[in-house]
């Protein structure tokens, strides 16, 4: 089965910046993943929540930058969530045993909203 291109949305308000990931996060992702995450690093928002309900696979390369961005913020009193993971991508997290690195919550920011 071939991969599913990522694609990654961001939508910002005065309380929570949201990352939307749609697709693989692979190892062909990664520049996507990159210029998407490190702006957000670079402008220090309090509270990024990471919807990954629609995300199919993430690699180690993927959980990495992740925790990239997770541990920048914390450095300025930043928090990251990550949100609705899919099994196998909570499964990637699990092995990689990164989950508690994060505050994981079931439900995506979208459908709280909706």
Same mark, same amino acid.
């Given at each position: 089965?071939?991969?599913?291109?990522?694609?990654?949305?961001?939508?910002?308000?005065?309380?929570?910046?949201?990352?939307?990931?749609? %697709?693989?996060?692979?190892?062909?992702?990664?520049?996507?993943?990159?210029?998407?995450?490190?702006?957000?690093?670079?402008?220090?928002?309090?509270?990024?929540?990471?919807?990954?309900? %629609?995300?199919?696979? /993430?690699?180690?390369?993927? /959980? %990495?930058?992740?925790?990239?961005?997770?541990?920048?913020?914390?450095?300025?009193? %930043?928090?990251?969530? /990550?949100?609705?993971?899919?099994?196998?991508?909570?499964?990637?997290?699990?092995?990689?045993?990164?989950?508690?690195?994060?505050? /994981?919550?079931?439900?995506?920011?979208?459908?709280?909203?909706?």
């Amino acid at each position: 089965m071939p991969s599913a291109p990522l694609q990654v949305s961001v939508a910002r308000n005065e309380d929570v910046t949201i990352v939307t990931m749609r %697709g693989d996060a692979d190892l062909a992702a990664a520049d996507v993943l990159s210029n998407a995450l490190l702006p957000i690093a670079a402008s220090r928002p309090a509270y990024v929540m990471v919807d990954l309900a %629609g995300l199919t696979f /993430i690699s180690s390369l993927g /959980i %990495g930058q992740l925790v990239s961005l997770r541990r920048g913020l914390a450095a300025h009193g %930043g928090k990251v969530t /990550i949100a609705a993971p899919q099994p196998r991508v909570m499964q990637a997290l699990k092995h990689a045993q990164v989950e508690s690195l994060f505050e /994981i919550v079931a439900e995506s920011p979208h459908d709280a909203v909706a």
